[in-house]
């Protein structure tokens, strides 16, 4: 398993190094050192302005085969991914407004996503984070943000809070952080990461204490509430896609791992033959074969759709949220019937698979939620809720 | 629900026409004259030729328009365009030995598809109709072929039969029998068709009885079993494909049916508010959207990949095999979930979910089955089953 | 299949006249004679007062068999066991309101169940027929009953309706009319019967007009609203209880069929061997074999629990309405496994699964419904929905 | 959640070390103790014989509670209580081959189950240790047992193994091992347990090098293969139903947790009602409740059933090995479900739901396998497969 931008040789020494990370509970340090010597933080950016020119389809791909190889790593490094996927999305539908993370992702910044706050399940539609106008353009944030990711080497923070306070008000305000606001004590990063799986994450909690971000670094201001903005349906659009990519990228290791498993375990009860000539077995892998490659279809096409810029219409948020959904749900179903087919080793501390269990569970708790994915659709089908 | 090719007008027509069908048991005579007038018998075969110009991938969404208007005339007709577009897979691939199928859907001619035959599950891998060379290229067919949907009104019956006398025997011949066939008395149409549903397709049993192609009409010459020939896969991939459109034109249609009912129903439970407001009700129609919506965008992905003539090596059997019969499947839990909605009133005879709900589950009797679905993916997963 | 109670003549023979049942739309009249003739209308009353002296346990198991043999006989004589298993359920509780169905059922009568009406999701905590009273304790009811089953045959009629004009009202009044009132135009039987199954049943609208049961066919006036009455709980418990009987009885005898028609196809895939060798079909009727196994044990704990009048407390509801809704949906799988099973044939009219097919579906038209059956759960383990 | 037999401040204790334990990869030691001195090891022991007099049915309601405070303790604790159960079904049936495990479980003795070995599927049906008669009628055991929970404590340790030297061989043959065959340097314990759930079990493995049990030790000699012998029937039976009750246990707790967390967690997007006010969540929890409701239903008649020999004929097995199936996947469904329900919060380290999620997933790996309950349900329905 490789890929255009990840030679299998980066891939297996990302690899190895996984189950000591998650054993412990430590940052990712050597793998992003040699997937930021190996140009991958900038893969997505166009060759024009530096990068790699990889689509975001491409993309996709190198993000399952990395998850494949190390789920954290790729996790985490899928929050800086999604930061320059949004300012391609941005950029391609004719604004500039996001344009500095292209440059900067090119000139080494690394990317990390400050959006999630504890119980608002409001999401990308209302933070509880206040930004308060400094004057000049710029806004000085405070709130808490969860779930971190890179937490230990962002150079940059997206972030966004609630102004509240403009004659216009409340606005929606989105901008970046500097790293130096650490050490002005203005953002503050908790080591507080302590979790069943993905942990060489790191994806800790962040306090702002009127973290400054400057005009220059302000990108978007905008209505609260659910909007077509290009921001938000950027943000909507790359993360729900890499992330499904993650997920399944996580589950198609697992796969191979049970194809593997199968073809190594044999039966006393059939005479000594390999698993792999069991037909439950053989239906088992099957059917997660299949359903796998159905995700797979689907993160290809909408990947496709957001690279020609395919109108969708009011389904785009649905059909995100679904496959968002639909790719965690069936990369839980595919490990655990991977976990089936492997049987009691796999149960074991050390078999790659015990990690995988635990890894793949977290797909549940990113946005979209199931629940969010049903009432889209729903929105869609039948009208509004009436409330 | 229209598109390109069938208009509004067209399609309100041909579904009114739909349950009278259905309950005398009688063919679609008016849809078909109506479609043959529209042109959409030559809607696939290219411009160049004569005809629509339509792409795979838009045939397969006027083929769901169709299925949503009247299942079984989508289902007949279908048979048809699988032949034409047989003829353009090959075309595209670089041969010429079924172009007559695109000259002669230009021209009128209305083709039916004469392959399953009873009790044969090795489809077409191996027919158990003999084809007896007449020795100037030419072949005569004996034996039974089983749901030859379009029976009254085909003018070319595409046939496959084993020549097990020539010297490099056993061959799988695929050749066209004429209509004269049947007046000749070498082709005999049971009348035997009364069925749960599909009822309009008059899927009537076909006896052969040295019935004859001359060479011209003899289109390929093959070994029996699994082959990557390109007319194997033209027909594998253009069945399973527009098999899977016609299912989900069903299922769309009876969501449409199942948000009307509940946008229209109400509840004295919830002081009679319509169930459109009642968040169980959401959720079922929701979780019926986001599946459908799965496989259209599958149907889509896989239809344009054979437009492009993508290259999926050995996952294109288990793909496309895995595509029909999840459409099928998710087809049959869509329009369950729709009765569910619609509640009593769909159980009534005259109404159209009570009519779809017996449709929908021929899906399951087409190839590929679900277990040829699933052992062609362990097949690529895990190697060929021992013996 | 047989039981104590229906040889396997009787059974026989009520199957054999299934299908013409079916095709003409006609009741089951010949059925309903045979079976009173076998005292089975009087199976499941107190040896005492002259009848059978089957628990309700034993009289599921008759209705399973009933079921397997002709689905809408079973189902209809359903509604006239519902009243005889209250009224034992009531006398056992140490109340004698109920008594005279024991009476009546002994000396032949047959008991109709006038409950369901149109867009009523309220069910037994509130009727919209009007039930005024004589000013003698009887009452004069008017309003419209749906799906009463046995119309052509009761001659007690159960209903209840509104008290709205008495000082303490509402009050729900429970009572049952004679077969009187029909010649006296007071009850209005419509020949609207005409659904996609279950047509032997004959389960027509009724409309009353002011039909008079007088003060001793008035069992029992109380709260409208969920209730712990002894007549609520008995209709509920065996009215839920007994359906699952039946719908698990057509499925039983689905999965029969299935493994029949597995002992007897066979592949030309494997070699001429029989389906029952394939493991596929193996695993899919082992599945079915499996769940139906599991409601078939529930039905006889909860059947056993009432005949033993053990204390479920606050759980009676949600079990009694959860096993209903388990056991149907698992019959519609079971029938839908089993038709995959038996192949292309089950889809021709007249075979015996393709019926199934479409009895089985009415299963989820009963109360409780899949949604109610949930919250009452949801009921017990969060509290009650905040409105 | 408390019961007759283990006391709500014993089960808090319980519950309070299951966390360090788990940290710690600990024995249970404090647990077992405390157990012992509540009598609880010989609770299934006849009153008469000087035990607690329960039933298999009241057994299995305190494996619920204890596995709902402490997963790894009722597991391991479940093996003792097994052998106690196998020995009351054995003399149930009037005989006394086992008599000694209950006059034992009475005196102090702790049983433990040395039956799995690796890469044998067969089961009970076949060992790979070596039996070697000791020409006495007692027997030398060789070879490698896995998965022997409570290996720190046990003071017997039930055993099979073949023997393959006997005129009548070979035969399988069971017996019990003392404590003081590890000290012989016969039995040795590896400290090999380092798994991703169910730490505290300590289910270590266990090599047995001519451990020797002396003919009074012995407690059966039968043919291999299935076999309707009472020792087979009583392990099979107890072992089933009392899996499934540990897992049952587990998931119950996760649904408590669940529930509980709906009722304190929040949400910004429905104005901060409680999540036990939102639909979907009320539906989520009620189809977990619903689910393992059933199954409840399904232990509670097994053991019942048990207790009371009744006689399911060939079905007991597929019955046994199916209630073992659904119990263990309707507890790691649950256990998924309550995780979702809590949220973000139930995927760090230290919160109870990410040590149940661990724990739940070994239920797959005890026989009987999914595969297994399949295959003898299509023998009792189709027949034996061919070979």
Chains 1, 2, 3, 4 share one sequence.
Not at 42 to 56: D, E, K, M, Q, R
Not at 184 to 208: C, F, M, P
């Amino acid at each position: 398993m490789s890929d255009e931008y990840l030679g299998p040789d980066l891939l297996a020494r990302i690899r190895e190094r996984a189950g000591r990370y998650d054993h412990d509970n430590d940052f990712f340090d050597e793998d992003l050192r040699d997937l930021v010597d190996a140009g991958y933080l900038a893969v997505h950016v166009p060759a024009g302005l530096g990068g790699g020119g990889a689509s975001l389809r491409d993309l996709t791909r190198a993000q399952r085969s990395l998850a494949g190889a190390a789920p954290a790593t790729a996790l985490a490094v899928n929050m800086h991914h999604v930061w320059v996927a949004v300012a391609n999305v941005v950029h391609a539908r004719g604004e500039d407004f996001a344009d500095e993370v292209l440059t900067g992702a090119a000139a080494g910044e690394i990317y990390a996503f400050g959006i999630s706050e504890p119980g608002n399940d409001l999401m990308l539609f209302g933070s509880t984070s206040e930004a308060d106008p400094d004057g000049e353009g710029g806004y000085r944030f405070s709130g808490t943000k969860i779930f971190t990711s890179l937490s230990p080497a962002w150079t940059r923070l997206g972030v966004f809070g609630t102004d509240a306070s403009s004659p216009d008000a409340p606005k929606s305000v989105f901008a970046f952080l500097d790293r130096e606001e650490v050490s002005a004590d203005r953002v503050e990063i908790l080591d507080d990461w302590d979790t069943l799986g993905q942990r060489a994450s790191q994806s800790r909690t962040t306090i702002l204490r009127r973290a400054h971000a400057p005009a220059d670094r302000v990108i978007r201001r905008i209505d609260p509430g659910p909007s077509n903005d290009p921001l938000i349906f950027g943000i909507f659009a790359c993360f729900e896609i890499l992330l499904a990519s993650v997920y399944t990228g996580i589950a198609e290791r697992a796969l191979t791992l049970a194809a593997e498993a199968a073809q190594r375990r044999t039966s006393r009860k059939n005479d000594g033959a390999t698993l792999a000539a069991d037909p439950d077995v053989r239906r088992r892998i099957a059917s997660a074969g299949i359903r796998l490659d159905g995700v797979g279809q689907q993160i290809e096409a909408l990947a496709r759709d957001v690279d020609e810029r395919a109108d969708h219409g009011e389904l785009w948020f649905p059909r995100l949220s679904a496959l968002k959904w639909r790719a965690t749900e069936v990369a839980r179903e595919v490990v655990t019937a991977s976990v089936q087919v492997a049987g009691g080793a796999a149960y074991r501390s050390e078999h790659e698979l015990s990690r995988l269990y635990r890894d793949v569970l977290a797909g549940m708790f990113h946005p979209s939620s199931e629940d969010s994915a049903h009432a889209a659709m729903a929105g869609v089908l039948l009208g509004p809720l009436p409330r």
